[in-house]
């Protein structure tokens, strides 16, 4: 497990744009409906606590019945069908939304990918593509989102053929195509790295939005940057269609890519 280093805190900036409504929405709802199963979870487990504690002393309290804990498990797979439910409905909601109109996210961008080749945004088109701004010094953050994102896709089975996984540098400085293609390469196979000059770089991400600058002492060769923690998510028309903070789990996120991929 990673330990938490300061650069959380330094990462903890809000992205420099006004999201879409949808998005929004769709965020609050997920983080309505984490809080829910861990209000759920946490009660279930402090019955079962308490059953364990009074079994332990049973002259206090008299046994538990086979009914009472049928009862009890049919409560927790009540609780785990609602949260289902739940899940599937607030995901064909974020859909909707999100489909309903196009935001000003996204536009023309020309980088190098890992290998050293010329790469813009019309070499994404014909797949969803799922964009995270990053850099390979990152301590914790960027490893975090780009575990996540793996997670996800594996989770899709063979629909994730149908969503390209790019990382794109804001620190051409020290991310040099060799140093990118050994960083992607530790996270998912598919996954395409791009960095460049300075100036596109900074063009690729004004057209996403995307807050960075650099922490700390301009002599420092071992800065952090802070930034905006941010997925995009693309049509295949090159579009934007919605993007996902840090709060989403890797479950929240494999569901909400299965709901885009199915309309």
Known sequence: MR?????????????????????LIGMQECSYAHLTLQMSSSSLTSSCRGFASESANPGTRPPVS??????????????????????????????????????????????????????????????????YFG???????????????????????????????????IDPERDSVEQVREYVKEFYPGIIGLTGPSEKVKEAARQYRVYYTRAGDDDDEDYLIDHSIIMYLLNPKGEFVTFYGKNYTAEQLQASLKGFLSQ
Not at 89 to 102: D, F, I, L, P, S
Request: aromatic share 10%; hydrophobic share 45%.
């Open 3 to 23: 330990s938490i280093s300061v650069s959380r805190l330094l990462h903890a900036g809000k992205p420099s744009f006004t999201a879409p409504a949808a998005s």
């Open 66 to 131: 086979y009914l009472s804990f049928a009862l009890t498990a049919a409560t927790g797979a009540g609780l785990l069908w609602y949260y289902q439910n739940m899940m599937s409905a607030r995901v064909q909601a974020e859909v909707k939304q999100a489909t309903a109109g196009n935001a000003s996210i996204g536009g023309p961008f020309d980088l190098l990918n890992q290998d050293g080749k010329p790469f813009t945004d019309k070499d994404l088109l014909g797949k969803f593509a799922l964009v």
């Open 135 to 169: 850099f390979t010094h990152c301590p914790d953050i960027c490893p975090d989102e780009l575990e996540k994102m793996a997670s996800a896709l594996n989770g899709l089975g063979d629909q994730a053929k149908e969503i390209q996984p790019v990382f794109i540098s």
